[in-house]
């Protein structure tokens, strides 16, 4: 069935059905119900219908699951919600947990999520490949990665087009960093504040969100700069970005000349001058940042900054990790929105829809460089399995239009989700791109201070009550990310405006009593 087909399925069985609620448990239930009751029959949101029906749950007690995790799995504590969800199964643009209550997922695993929960095309396909050859290593040949690497190349512009395959994205990162300093013969590298490109010790030096941080000596050569953010930021108005929707800060620009991005490359040069040395290996970015809230930069930014870091010898590093595999609807990589091409591209998360998967893209020279002065090999970088699930997604992103869905559905959504903005005081900004999207939380919108975190978890909470699940970032834990498997439509995208209307609601109640 074809996208289109699955839309107007959706949409007659939302005027036709039943709602279906989320069930609760008696403690959070009653007093959920009863100030929503109070609110009017508005803020009662009708989830969309799901033709798919889970297995049954019947394994571990949610209380054994509980002190499992205390105590055997580390970090103790990672569960997002005040009494953690047990998943139990997904489908496309739903999960359900062990007592099969029905969840909207608008966060896909931490962006991770491309195509649909087991998708049954990726489904088939690793079914197929798990009988067929699991594990070879790259010192063999099998047909599965050459398929892939062929098809992955053709998606990226020249002379991106040697790959090196590994696990993850911070894996990526390392690799690319390396990369880095071995093609430039130079050290320094340079990231914004604020960004997030992995958690490994080495690449850690270049993750810049405090929280994630570590009172243990970082990689050297590593070294931050200002985020170009235009609703954060000393910069910043109501033409800056590339988003459906702008920051309501005031703009005096001219049409073909941005203030506030000349402002913030002059910050960069002043880094350039004083932070790194004379030479430099290069500058890692993402093409909007994830972890520290949807944050984007203003146009034309990145294509004078990858021209001065070029001029300092080093070269630049789009990290795609969440960006990419259309996910940001109007092109395939999010280094494409910005008119650039990087001299190495990494990738993972949406590239095997949730199965573990990285790879690096680089040039050939790039590629030669590392190859003269270290042997790069990765034991599972290029597995059949995930080389197989990779050619899949690929073949569903394109025969299911899903960066078309992507750029459709996600403007649809800022465009909704930006009346809510204009609607309440505590709702600072809504920005993104295609079905990558931030809602930053605020005091009020003339102060920008963010909302205090014990407020904005009340509110995520209440979300998931109502059967929807949003991720929660920034430097402040002040803003909702909002990335939802590609598939999604506009009838769910109105329930989660509503559910979000109604959370919102319910925080100006408890506010007033």
């Given amino acids: 069935m074809t996208l289109a087909c699955r839309h107007l399925r959706r949409a007659l069985r939302l005027e036709t059905s039943s709602p279906r609620i989320p069930k609760m448990r008696p403690s959070l239930s009653r007093a959920f119900w009863t100030s929503v009751t109070k609110l009017g029959v508005h803020t009662k949101p009708r989830m969309p219908p799901c033709d798919f029906i889970p297995e049954k749950y019947q394994s571990l007690a949610y209380q054994r699951v509980l002190e499992i995790n205390n105590q055997h799995l580390y970090p103790p504590r990672t569960a997002y919600f005040a009494e953690p969800l047990l998943l139990h199964q997904g489908h496309m643009e739903w999960l359900f947990d062990h007592e099969g209550n029905r969840y909207l997922d608008f966060f896909s695993g931490i962006v991770t999520v491309g195509v649909g929960h087991c998708h049954p095309k990726v489904n088939a396909v690793a079914q197929k490949q798990l009988g067929r050859l699991w594990h070879t290593s790259p010192i063999f040949f099998n047909l599965p990665i050459h398929e892939y690497a062929e098809k992955l190349s053709a998606l990226l512009p020249e002379p991106l087009k040697v790959i090196f395959f590994t696990n993850s994205g911070s894996e990526a990162n390392d690799l ?33 969100v405090g929280y994630f941080k570590m009172e243990l000596p970082g990689a050297a050569g590593c070294e931050s700069t200002m985020c170009p953010d235009v609703f954060r930021g000393p910069w910043g108005g109501s033409h800056c970005r590339d988003s459906p929707v702008q920051t309501i800060r005031k703009c005096s620009c001219a049409p073909d000349c941005c203030q506030a991005k000349d402002q913030y490359i002059e910050q960069f040069k002043d880094t350039l001058s004083t932070a790194v040395a004379k030479s430099i290996a290069g500058f890692f970015v993402e093409p909007i940042q994830g972890v520290s809230g949807i944050v984007q930069y203003p146009k034309g930014f990145l294509k004078e900054a990858f021209k001065l870091v070029r001029e300092r010898g080093g070269v630049c590093i789009s990290d795609e990790v969440q960006t990419g595999f259309g996910r940001l609807g109007s092109h395939y990589w999010g280094f494409q929105t910005h008119d650039i091409v ?6 993972a998360k949406g590239i095997g829809n949730g199965f573990p998967m990285g790879a690096v893209v680089t040039t050939p020279e790039i590629a030669k460089s590392l190859a003269k002065r270290r042997f790069c090999f990765s034991t599972f970088g290029g597995n059949p399995l995930a080389c197989a699930i990779g050619s899949a997604v690929l073949e569903v992103i394109k025969e299911e239009n899903l960066q078309e869905n992507s750029q459709e559905v996600g403007t649809y959504m800022l465009l909704e989700l930006a009346k809510l903005r204009d609607e309440f005081e505590i709702v600072g900004d809504v920005r993104g791109k295609g079905l990558m999207i931030g809602i930053e939380m605020v005091k009020d919108k003339m102060s920008r201070q963010p909302l205090p975190p014990e407020e904005v978890s009340q509110i995520h909470e209440d979300c998931k009550h109502m059967g929807l699940l949003v991720g929660k970032s920034g430097i402040f834990s002040q803003t909702f990310r909002i990335a939802p498997p590609m598939c999604i439509t506009k009838p769910e995208v109105d329930f989660a405006v509503e559910v979000f209307r109604s959370a919102l609601i319910q925080h100006m109640e408890r506010k007033a009593k």
């Fill in 176 to 208: 690319a960093m390396l990369m880095a300093r071995a093609h430039s013969t130079n050290i320094d590298i340079i990231s914004f504040r604020g960004a997030y490109h992995g958690g490994s010790p080495y690449i850690l030096g270049l993750t810049n």
């Fill in 342 to 347: 990087p001299d190495i591209v990494t990738l």
